[in-house]
Each structure stands twice: as C-alpha cells, then as structure tokens.
C-alpha cells in the first residue's frame, strides 16, 4: 500500500473534546454534554449521501485502518482484477477528499457534568478518564450499556492537563502537583475505585507518554524522564478486553537519557543538557527529537538494558511543521507524528510535511494504541470537529 491523500469528514459544533472507541466516536460539546454515535451510522449516511464509493473509502481512511495493512485485503490485492477495481474505487473517492456531516446522527449519554474546564480525555477497557482544571475523573463508559447513568468518581482533586492509558494503567500529568499513576480496577464495573489509590511518581510533570510498557514524563529541561514499568501476565479468553501484560508499578530508570540521547545524536553531551534538544513526542517508543530546529527520531529500547538507536533525520524542520513558532503539541499518527502549531495542524514523517488544517486547533486527538484508528486523528477547532485519515491505494 502507498500513501495517497488525506480524507477529512467534518462534524459542524461547538465541542470541547472527543475519542474513537469501540467502533463509537464520543463528543463532549462546550456545555459539559457528551455525545455518541457510532461509526456505522456516519458510513450509513455517507452511503446515502455521497454514494459506496465515498462511504468505503471513509472505512478505509478513518473507521477501519486495520484493513488497510490486514492479511485479507493483502490477499484481495494479489488478484488484478480485485486490485485494480479497488485502486479505481479509492482514487474516484480521493477526488471527493472531504466531506461533511450536515446533520451528524449523535445521541445523549446520560453522564453527571465535568467540574472544570475539559482538559483531557482517554477511554480504555471501558473507562473513561476525564481530566479538567478541577481534577481527574472516571467512569465506567462500556458502548453496549450507553442507555444507563454515569457516575463520576473523583480521582484527584487539581488540574490535570495529560493522560495516557495502556496495560491496565492509567497516567496523569499535573504540572507542579507532578506525575500520578494507577492500576485501572476492570473488575469494579460501574466505574467506581475501591478508593483512591493513586500514585506520585515525580514532584512535576508538562506531560505524559506510554512507551509500550515504560512511562516518559516530560519536564523543562527538554528531555523525558524515563520509568521503567513493571508487569505481570494475565490469562484471558481470545475475546477478553483486558490485556495479557498489566503494569503493577514503575520505577524511575537509572540510565541518563539526556546522554544516551546525546549519543544517538552524536552531538555533545553539554548541548542536550543546556536546552538546545528535546524530545516532541513519543510513537510507540520512536522518539521524535529537536535539534535547534532539526527534527530526528531515534527508537528507544528497554528490553535489555536501556538504549537509544542512533537517531535518523527526517529531512524536515520545524517551523516548516508549525509555519513558524513553537508546537502547541505534537502526538503519533500514521507512522509519522502530528504538529499541531499556533495557526495550523501538519503531519511529519521522512516524506516531509503535510498541512492536516489550516485553522487554530482547541484538541488533537489520536489513537495509536487502536486497531480500528491507528491512522486517524480527531482535530476539534472552534466550530467544527474534523475526522483525519489517509487513503491508501493498493500497487499496481
């Protein structure tokens, strides 16, 4: 498969913050409501109103990713006949490129009000975490049972502003209330912790990554702090929702890695520690560094013993990313990393720079724990949320 052109579908509203989960793409709007459809209903409507071929590529580009690189459709494409009536069908549908859901088929979940303003959001194995500038908040939000009440629990009482979940963990960014961690209690269904037990890792936190098992924790000073992770092996059913490996804690790692960074970089050790490189963002342990302006990845590695491949340029700067200025912030998406700058939204990997939007971003979202929206992001902007994925054309 070869990269071709973005799809963008557009969802008219004033919302605060979204997800992708389950085949359900979840919205809160301004007010503090959240809403829901899912996915196939969005496919439905573009059936209807833009026709098959527009409705399959928006599967394609935003709903199912997994098809895209799957052993099936690989076998499919084996077949001329198939590939080529494939390729037609996906070309014909990047010329549409974006479409937009004049009336999209949304439904109230009954949920009790965030306190706060909305500052995060992640919903995994059927909890949603909520973070505001009152604190951290969780619920059960299992998409077969959206027609009973949510309760909110309180999980920290200040502002948090990051949050990622993964092997039954949950990690929240606080600034200067720092790093706080916890095991998600899957066997407590309705949502509510068999009390607080949240965990400080570290006296401040500007944000917050998984890197597979291992946990980075952004500071000042430009480069990460890594804790290693600690797991144990869960049996589970082939249709269980919880994962094999569970974290049951993190220590702080006793490798430097502003100078194992400095070594995959091969620039001085001085120069990483007095601000000029950092570390953008973390994609599945890729670490996406800038040096003055030059963006390079590097993979990290903690399986034995703590290392840093030595780091590849991407051929890219920074400000050709944010159209000058700094990232406002910067996730994973589609094998490459997502800039989201002051005025404009581009995506980045060895190929260069593709403009995502043109318009302020308020939240960034992306997936790339999913299987179903590896490839996708949700941009909301003040008037619009916008679905973002990639139509892939089989080769000829």
Do not use: C
């Amino acid at each position: 498969m070869t990269r071709a052109a973005l799809f963008q579908a557009i969802l008219p509203g004033e919302w605060a913050e979204g997800w992708l989960y389950k085949d359900h793409l979840f919205l809160w709007t301004t007010d503090g409501d959240l809403v829901h459809t899912p996915v196939a209903r969005l496919v439905s409507q573009l059936h209807g109103t833009h026709g098959p071929e527009v409705a399959l590529a928006a599967q394609f580009a935003l709903f199912r990713n997994d098809w895209k690189g799957g052993m099936q459709i690989e076998a499919l494409t084996r077949v001329p006949r198939i590939r080529d009536a494939l390729s037609d069908t996906v070309s014909a549908a990047s010329k549409v490129a974006r479409v937009e859901f004049a009336d999209p088929p949304m439904e109230s979940v009954d949920i009790e009000s965030v306190p706060g303003f909305l500052l995060s959001v992640s919903i995994y194995g059927n909890h949603a975490f909520i973070a505001s500038s009152d604190g951290l908040f969780e619920t059960n939000l299992n998409p077969e049972y959206l027609g009973q009440e949510h309760y909110l629990e309180s999980r920290l009482s200040f502002a948090v502003h990051d949050l990622d979940t993964n092997y039954g963990a949950v990690a929240a960014s606080a600034f200067e209330e720092g790093l706080w961690f916890d095991r998600i209690d899957f066997g407590h269904e309705e949502g509510r912790s068999q009390g607080n037990s949240m965990q400080r890792l570290a006296d401040f936190s500007s944000g917050v990554s998984m890197a597979s098992k291992d946990l980075l924790n952004f500071v000042e000073e430009g480069i990460p702090n890594l804790y290693l992770g600690a797991s144990e092996r869960r049996l589970q059913s082939p249709r269980s929702r919880f994962p094999s490996h569970m974290i049951t804690g993190y220590r702080r790692s006793d490798d430097d890695l502003a100078m194992l960074s400095a070594r995959s970089l091969g620039i001085d050790e001085s120069r990483v520690r007095e601000g000029g490189v950092r570390v953008l963002a973390n994609s599945k342990q890729r670490l996406l560094y800038d040096v003055d302006g030059d963006l390079r990845v590097a993979r990290l590695r903690t399986l034995d013993g703590v290392k840093l491949d030595r780091a590849a340029a991407l051929g890219v700067r920074l400000d050709d990313a944010t159209a000058g200025g700094a990232p406002v912030s910067t996730h994973a998406m589609a094998g490459g990393f997502l800039v989201e700058g002051q005025e404009r939204v581009s995506w980045i990997d060895h190929d260069g720079v593709l403009e995502v939007s043109s318009q302020p971003a308020v939240t960034v979202r992306t997936f790339p724990g999913s299987r179903h929206f590896i490839d996708t992001a949700l941009i909301i902007e003040e008037d619009r949320a916008i679905l973002v994925g990639f139509l892939d054309i089989p080769r000829s």
